[in-house]
């Protein structure tokens, strides 16, 4: 299968605008008199079609770029561009409608509605991107089968396993065509085999020309993906091609 | 995201939580339906009482024994005060003393035993004149009443209350049959329409006799000329406080009595009895639904309460929509329709059991209760504005929780 934006992998070629910008990215945290630099200046740039792993042990302040990355958080220095659009100036509404459009996210924690059917959970993100419902139930049962679990739309989470229940995660990060899909330790709470699964689906849906930052403390995850940036006390210390992509 | 969207995503979150909802609706349920029958008892008894006024006659003055002073107008027994007699009953026909009064009905009653065929009726024999019939307001199913023939010749005839003469004779002809009271045969003249019960009797188990008969046959005696009850019945309603002088002023000159307060007997205008019981009622009812009223509130906070559990419960919940893009708005909104499910399932099952326990209590303790639709439709209203008011607070602290606090709770 050869998909036309696979070919556009390197970021050097044609010289394209990044999907993903941070400038000076600076994220101070207050809690009375006591402040702590969670970012301190971050640059970095991301490519559609990308697949990009942030590195780094906790504390290094990579959950705090994954939720500046998902506009869960805002920057209190420096500037986020996502697809173009400065981020840091929206208010509620306008980055609700950012993060239903823009963004998919993949938590460690899985975050299904446990009283909801599998479909129902993927079509989470239509509803409120205000989609038909009948078009929701197709674009959500489409999504499923593109993960794999074509034969699951009825099943609650309680019913499938770990790794199922990532995989209907992924199908709702996916389900609204966004412009990255942002994974937070996605395979934190799986085991071995498992991992290897959801891993695999990150692979596939990276050679389909899929935006994907993935957020981890595990090199033997980060090596899944083609770059790996590297954080480490709220700086980027080292951003390379792994050994995988240079192949 | 539409309304209805919310409106499905709040209720697949109160039915997810079936037990939880059901209790806090159950809150609702008894405030509501608690109101609904208070207000419909109070409705109720008020229409039993202005009933009342029209089945004792119109425009009625009521002349009893003794100086008793129950407002409620309990006549005491008879024999019990001897102090009105036929005579006064009489003098208060003049039209020249009473002007206003048209019409007189005084009343001898004891309680009897009848006996016709191999039937025996307990009942209470009322002793009294031709103008009874008017006076009362009452009027005849069959045959006809007393006459003043009957009353100068001391007839052994009788009028029977329609009850009475169903229990004594079933379904056969009464008129014409003959029935046995004290040893004595009166013959069954007619029979009285169904006039339903005041507080005190039933107005259709009767036997009605002609005065002079009663006091010389049935009762006999020193007491043979004194009288239980004098009804005056007044030209019109605007005369009734002019009756009322006149009936005082003649009777205190019969009885030689010059100070109004010692008077040997009293007088009552039914109503003045019917507004002061109605006022009673009221107050009543008044009281009643507030204190329904009370339940009612309780049961919001009940919801108030079970809303803040819920978005602090599902405060991963709020925090994964927003992730997903739902804005605050739609977070709010979702909690508000679920506050507002439970309010309106609350006033629809109170108003339903409130109506249907206003259909069967009446039976079971004997005082009818009116259901106006306004009650209920306001009462629905009104619990449909407590889930939202009471849901206001949570909902807007959920669509305040910051995102990432929200995902990161445990």
């Keep these: 299968m050869v998909d036309p934006s696979a070919t556009r992998l390197a970021p050097e070629t044609d010289v394209p605008a990044p999907v993903i910008e941070l400038r000076g990215a600076g994220k101070t945290y207050r809690s009375g008199s006591i402040e702590f630099e969670a970012l301190k200046g971050i640059d970095l740039a991301i490519y559609e079609g990308e697949y990009v792993a942030i590195m780094g042990p906790s504390g290094s302040g990579k959950s705090t770029i994954m939720n500046v990355l998902g506009c869960l958080d805002t920057l209190t220095r420096g500037e986020y561009r996502l697809g173009g659009t400065d981020v840091n100036d929206l208010d509620e509404v306008e980055l609700a409608e950012i993060r239903n459009r823009q963004i998919g996210f993949v938590f460690q924690g899985f975050n299904l509605l446990l009283s909801l059917p599998a479909w129902r959970n993927v079509e989470l993100p239509l509803i409120y991107g205000g989609i038909p419902r009948h078009e929701r139930k197709q674009r959500a049962e489409q999504a499923l089968d593109r993960v794999g679990l074509g034969d699951r739309f009825e099943n609650r989470p309680g019913e499938l396993s770990g790794g199922q229940q990532q995989r209907v995660a992924v199908a709702r990060a996916l389900v609204g065509e966004p412009t990255m899909v942002l994974a937070d330790e996605p395979t934190g709470n799986l085991d071995s085999v498992s991992t290897q699964d959801v891993l695999a689906l990150f692979d596939e849906l990276h050679a389909r020309g899929r935006t994907i930052v993935l957020i981890t403390h595990e090199l033997e995850v980060a090596q899944r993906a083609a770059r790996i940036v590297w954080v480490r006390d709220g700086e980027v210390i080292r951003d390379e091609l792994t050994e995988e992509a240079a192949a | ?410």
């Design chain 2, 1 to 410: 995201m539409s309304w209805l969207e919310s409106f499905r995503t709040s209720w697949s979150a109160v039915y997810s939580h079936a037990l939880r909802s059901t209790l806090t609706v159950l809150g609702i349920l008894i405030g509501i339906a608690a109101v609904i029958l208070t207000v419909g008892l109070g409705l109720g008894t008020q229409k039993d009482v202005s009933a009342q006024i029209s089945s004792l006659g119109s425009n009625l003055l009521i002349v009893a024994p003794g100086s008793s002073t129950d407002t409620a107008g309990v006549r005491g027994g008879f024999g019990s005060s001897s102090t009105l007699t036929i005579a006064d009953a009489e003098a208060l026909e003049s039209s020249v003393n009473a002007p206003d009064i048209s019409g007189v009905a005084a009343e001898k009653t004891t309680s009897l035993s009848l006996e016709a065929n191999d039937t025996n009726w307990t009942t209470s024999v009322t002793g009294t004149t031709a103008s009874w019939l008017d006076v009362r307001a009452r009027t005849l199913s069959a045959g006809e009443f007393i006459s003043a023939d009957d009353e100068e010749k001391s007839a052994s005839v009788v009028v029977l209350g329609s009850e009475t003469a169903d229990e004594l004779f079933g379904s056969q002809r009464v008129v014409g049959q003959s029935v046995v009271i004290s040893d004595k045969t009166f013959q069954v003249i007619g029979v009285l329409d169904s006039a339903g019960s005041d507080s005190s009797s039933n107005l259709d188990d009767v036997a009605i006799v002609p005065f002079s008969t009663a006091a010389s046959v049935l009762v006999g005696g020193t007491e043979s000329s004194a009288v239980s009850t004098i009804y005056l019945q007044a030209s019109n309603g605007g005369q009734l406080s002019a009756a009322y002088q006149e009936a005082e002023t003649l009777l205190l000159n019969l009885h030689s009595i010059s100070d109004s307060t010692a008077a040997d007997f009293t007088i009552s205008s039914q109503d003045a009895l019917v507004s002061t019981a109605t006022a009673v009622y009221e107050t009543l009812t008044i009281l009643l639904t507030g204190v329904a009223a009370l339940s009612l509130l309780v049961g919001g906070i009940g919801v108030m309460n079970i809303m803040l559990v819920s978005v602090s419960e599902r405060t991963r919940e709020i925090g994964l929509r927003k992730a997903l893009g739902a804005p605050p708005g739609a977070i709010r909104r979702q909690f508000l329709i679920e506050a507002a499910i439970l309010g309106l399932s609350g006033g629809l099952l109170g108003a339903l059991l409130g109506v249907t326990a206003a259909l069967i209590l009446p039976g079971v303790i004997g005082s009818s209760i009116v259901v106006s639709p306004a009650a209920v439709g306001l009462s629905i209203g009104v619990a449909i504005v407590i889930g939202i008011s009471f849901g206001v607070y949570p909902a807007t602290r959920a669509a305040r929780l910051a995102p990432i606090d929200a995902l990161r709770s445990e």
